[in-house]
């Protein structure tokens, strides 16, 4: 089973494309490392101030994986400061 986070981001401070990578990418490779998750940059590439990003994790248990992302969505809303997130869906494929 395949789980799937979908985030849409709200980076307020941002002025530029290139500030908005350099603040979103510790918060992508901090997932990726700390959750084992797949993670990327799906849209909204050319707004400063809004990202939309994707999580994936497999693993044969759909429970797991709903607490896993569930998990994501927590660490961010407490621990990054960057921003902040405007919506969230878990999809289970």
Not at 4 to 20: D, G, M, Y
Not at 60 to 75: A, C, E, N, Y
Request: charged share 20%.
């Amino acid at each position: 089973m395949i789980g799937v986070l979908i985030l849409h981001l709200h980076l307020p401070a941002c002025t530029s494309l290139k500030e908005k990578r350099h603040r979103l990418k510790p918060l992508l490779v901090h997932l990726q490392r700390n959750f084992n998750l797949s993670v990327a940059e799906m849209d909204y590439q050319d707004r400063w101030q809004e990202a939309l990003v994707a999580c994936a994790l497999v693993n044969r248990d759909p429970t797991f994986i709903h607490s896993s992302l569930q998990k994501v969505i927590h660490w961010i809303e407490q621990n990054w400061s960057e921003g902040w997130i405007l919506s969230e869906r878990i999809e289970l494929l």
